[in-house]
């Protein structure tokens, strides 16, 4: 099943901040995250494992709570490079099925 | 520098005509996937395999969608007849089977149905 994400779209300044938020409605195994530039192939951000393990990104943070079967990525002072879609992606097993979102536009205006 | 190479970038074709799309995943990668990106929908996952084998294909309308591996340097995603509502990007990536690691895409088949 497809995970929700919120906002659709959101709107910065350089300098400025932003929250995406990924949640599903089944138990989740992971959380990955992807950005895609427009005309361009998504690229691999982040994963948050469940248990709390991280990999990825150094200027781009996330959190996952596994009960509430959620995650967040949160992007600080942002950059024009930032700019894109950001999608997440859920596991919900040991299996290799990931299931993105319907993505999250960002655009960082000088 | 190891990429994922799909084919072809862009296609036109005219309702009813077949549709083959194809994929060279990285080399060693175990896992292949087939994601459908529209605005309406995002990335919608159509197939996916491991070790070649197909895992889950739940995500594709049967009777006219097929997709396989006939080795671990092809896999292909065919429509058969295509439909004005097939027109979308389609995307193809490849992981590697240990760990929960990252997706390389290819860069994707932009398909248009008149």
């Known amino acids: 099943q497809q995970p929700v994400q919120s906002p659709q779209a959101v709107i910065l300044r350089e300098g400025e901040d932003a929250v995406i938020n990924c949640s599903s409605s089944?138990?989740?195994?992971?959380v990955h995250w992807y950005r895609q530039k427009h005309g361009e192939a998504p690229v691999f951000l982040m994963i948050?494992?469940?248990?709390?393990e991280q990999k990825g990104h150094e200027k781009i943070s996330a959190s996952f709570n596994e009960k509430k079967q959620q995650s967040s990525l949160y992007l600080t002072a942002s950059q024009l490079s930032y700019s894109g879609t950001y999608f997440c992606?859920?596991?919900?097993?040991?299996?290799?099925?990931?299931?993105f979102g319907k993505g999250t536009l960002l655009t960082v205006n000088p | 520098d190891a990429r994922v190479t799909q084919t072809p970038r862009d296609k036109v074709t005219e309702m009813g005509q077949e549709v083959t799309m194809r994929c060279q995943p990285i080399?060693?990668?175990?896992?292949v996937f087939w994601y459908r990106q529209t605005m309406m929908q995002g990335l919608e996952l159509l197939a996916y395999?491991?070790?070649?084998?197909?895992?889950?294909d739940s995500g594709m309308p049967k009777d006219r969608f097929s997709a396989e591996m006939p080795d671990a340097t092809l896999a292909t995603l065919k429509i058969q007849p295509s439909e004005p509502r097939d027109s979308a990007v389609y995307f193809c990536?490849?992981?590697?089977?240990?760990?929960?690691?990252?997706?390389?895409f290819g860069e994707g088949s932009r398909l248009t149905v008149l």
């Open positions: 990536a490849s992981g590697q089977r240990e760990g929960d690691g990252e997706l390389f």
């Open positions: 089944k138990a989740l195994y992971s």
């Open positions: 948050l494992l469940k248990g709390g």
């Open positions: 992606g859920t596991r919900g097993g040991s299996n290799y099925k990931l299931t």
């Open positions: 080399l060693g990668h175990n896992t």
């Open positions: 395999f491991r070790n070649r084998a197909p895992l889950d």
